[in-house]
Nanobody, 122 residues
Framework: VQLQASGGGLVQAGGSLTLSCGASGRAFSDLGMGWFRQAPGKEREFVSAISWSGETTYYKESVKGRFTISRDDSKNTVYLQMNSLKPEDTATYYC????????????????WGQGTLVTVSS
């Protein structure tokens, strides 16, 4: 499975960005998808996940109500809509895929994209 993330950039606090992650190499409907992020000098952390069916979503507490994960199986793409961005959201965001189900730990995901940088200025 190959993953290609895009959509990062520089945005002011309070602004919005939508990240996209396209997948290829396997039936997208087989994949549970997740977003993780890594800020400079910090460990990678879970942000959000969506099950293979799209019926289950899960969020890191600090992004609940601000971020929305979704998937479009017809486009083999998962999205992360990020609203009300804060400087502490600044990080490189990675999409990840796993066979079936969904998870919140990075070791649960077998496939990773290259990351896209999100910078939120105050």
């Amino acid at each position: 499975v190959q993953l290609q993330a895009s959509g990062g950039g520089l945005v002011q606090a309070g602004g919005s960005l939508t990240l996209s992650c396209g997948a290829s190499g396997r039936a997208f409907s087989d994949l549970g998808m997740g977003w993780f992020r890594q800020a400079p000098g910090k460990e990678r952390e879970f942000v959000s996940a969506i099950s293979w069916s799209g019926e289950t979503t899960y969020y890191k507490e600090s992004v609940k109500g601000r971020f929305t994960i979704s998937r479009d199986d017809s486009k083999n793409t998962v999205y992360l809509q990020m609203n009300s961005l804060k400087p502490e959201d600044t990080a490189t965001y990675y999409c990840a895929a796993r066979l079936g189900g969904w998870g919140t730990a990075d070791f649960e995901y077998q496939y990773w994209g290259q990351g896209t940088l999100v910078t939120v200025s105050s």
